[in-house]
Structure formats: structure tokens, C-alpha cells
């Protein structure tokens, strides 16, 4: 089974996945192009060091890198899979559909907009593995301030989410470049439910989706 949570930046799709993948246990698996991005970036590969400038300014990474990462990485897959932050483009959506990958299910998390600035403001991640924390809101504090509870890897805000400019444009993108591959998702036949990210039953609600489905 292959799912795609799909929102704007900062929406949570990262957490809801995290969660899933450890109550789900060993059946499945997320794949996330902007992890990979990230490794070649500390690796400071050509491609690495491509990518992020387009990270660092809220821009999206050109798609012949992003269909080249996915790619490899979906042929590497065993599992039931998320793809968490894939597609972002339409031409992206069309070149995945094109290779034979059909989503079964597409979870759009509905999230206001105040509610993504301010999570922004809070979120802090691992350097070394990438998992997510807050730093102001007791949601999911680590347990030493500052040090993965997962890897003890270090933890720090994403360059992308210093600046409130960069989450803005991110935003600006999603809007103009992501959101339409939802109506192109229907079109294709491809199964799309909404949610609402912020309430308190958020996680039940999503794991319920993707188990009944
Ligand atoms: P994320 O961690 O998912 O918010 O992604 C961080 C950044 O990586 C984005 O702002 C983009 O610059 C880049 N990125 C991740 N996934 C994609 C994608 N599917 N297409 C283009 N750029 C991406």
C-alpha cells in the first residue's frame, strides 16, 4: 500500500508519519525525499550542495534531482510505504503515475495557516537522524533539553523555519506549486481524504484512515 499525506509545510505529515510507522510496527516504511536531500547536503555531494540553496531560501529543489532521489529510492522499497513531501510539483505527480506508482491514498491534513507560522517558531530536529521536537510547546519535548531521545544526535531549528520570510515563501510555494496536484490526484482516479491536523484526536484519526483504507 503507498500513502501520501499531503499539507503545507509544517502541517505535521512528518509527526502523523513517525507515529504510524512505530504503532504499525515492521510493515511499513516512510520515504522522504528531503531526508535523503539532507544527507547529500552533510555529505556535501554537487547535488547537496545544489539543493541547498533552494532549501535555505523556501524554494522547491529542481525535479529531475527530486525524480532521480525518489526513484532510487521507491525501487529500494519492501514495506507498505508514505511518501513524506512527495510530489510537490504536478510534473513530479505525472512522473511518478508515469513509472507505474500508483498512490492508493492521498490524507490531506488541514492545518491554518497561524497554527504552521507557530509551529514553525517551535519545531526543532535531529541533526543526525531528523526527527522532530518542540521546543516551546510541551507537545513532544525531548527528554534531555537539546539531545535526540532517539539517536542523542543534536537537536536545532531547520534553517528553513529561522527565518519567518523563508516559512512564508514556503507557504507562497505550496500554494502556487503543490496544493493543484490534489485536484490532479482526483482526476487521475486517485483517492483523496481530508482531516483536520490540529484536534486532539489528529493521530487516531489518521491511523484510522490509513488502516481502513
Ligand atoms: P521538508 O523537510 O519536506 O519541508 O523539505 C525541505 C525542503 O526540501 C523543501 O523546502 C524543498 O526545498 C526541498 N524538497 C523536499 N521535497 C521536495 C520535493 N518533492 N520537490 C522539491 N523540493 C523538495
Known amino acids: 500500500?503507498?500513502?501520501?499525506?499531503?499539507?503545507?509545510?509544517?502541517?505535521?505529515?512528518?509527526?502523523?508519519?513517525?507515529?504510524?510507522?512505530?504503532?504499525?510496527?515492521?510493515?511499513?516504511?516512510?520515504?522522504?525525499?528531503s531526508s535523503e536531500l539532507k544527507k547529500e547536503v552533510k555529505a556535501q555531494t554537487s547535488i547537496g550542495q545544489e539543493a541547498k540553496r533552494y532549501m535555505d531560501a523556501g524554494e522547491l529543489v529542481p525535479d529531475s534531482i527530486i525524480l532521480k532521489i525518489f526513484l532510487e529510492r521507491v525501487q529500494n522499497a519492501t514495506k507498505n510505504v508514505f511518501f513524506d513531501g512527495f510530489p510537490r510539483t504536478i510534473a513530479q505527480a505525472k512522473a511518478m503515475l508515469e513509472a507505474g506508482i500508483k498512490p492508493?491514498?492521498?490524507?490531506?491534513?488541514?492545518?491554518?495557516?497561524?497554527?504552521?507560522?507557530?509551529?514553525?517558531?517551535?519545531?526543532?530536529?535531529?541533526?543526525?537522524?531528523?526527527?522532530s521536537y518542540?521546543?516551546?510547546s510541551p507537545f513532544k519535548r525531548a527528554k534531555t533539553?537539546?539531545?535526540?531521545?532517539?539517536?542523542?544526535?543534536?537537536?536545532?531549528?531547520?534553517?528553513?523555519?529561522?527565518?519567518?520570510?523563508?516559512v512564508r515563501r514556503r507557504l507562497e510555494v505550496y500554494e502556487k506549486e503543490t496544493k493543484p496536484i490534489l485536484e490532479f490526484f482526483e482526476s487521475a482516479g486517485i483517492k483523496v481524504?481530508?482531516?483536520?491536523?490540529?484536534?486532539?484526536?489528529?493521530?487516531?484519526?489518521?491511523?484510522?484512515l490509513v488502516t481502513e483504507n
Request: net charge negative; hydrophobic share 30%; glycine share 8%.
Open 1 to 33: 500500500m503507498k500513502v501520501i499525506p499531503f499539507g503545507p509545510p509544517n502541517t505535521g505529515k512528518g509527526t502523523r508519519i513517525s507515529e504510524v510507522v512505530e504503532e504499525l510496527g515492521d510493515q511499513w516504511e516512510a520515504i522522504s525525499v
Open 104 to 131: 492508493d491514498l492521498v490524507i490531506s491534513l488541514q492545518v491554518d495557516q497561524e497554527v504552521v507560522l507557530q509551529r514553525a517558531r517551535d519545531r526543532i530536529v535531529c541533526t543526525a537522524c531528523g526527527e
Open 134 to 136: 518542540t521546543k516551546i
Open 145 to 166: 533539553e537539546g539531545i535526540c531521545d532517539k539517536c542523542g544526535g543534536e537537536l536545532r531549528q531547520r534553517n528553513d523555519d529561522l527565518d519567518e520570510s523563508v
Open 193 to 208: 481524504c481530508q482531516m483536520d491536523n490540529s484536534g486532539p484526536n489528529a493521530r487516531e484519526e489518521f491511523k484510522k
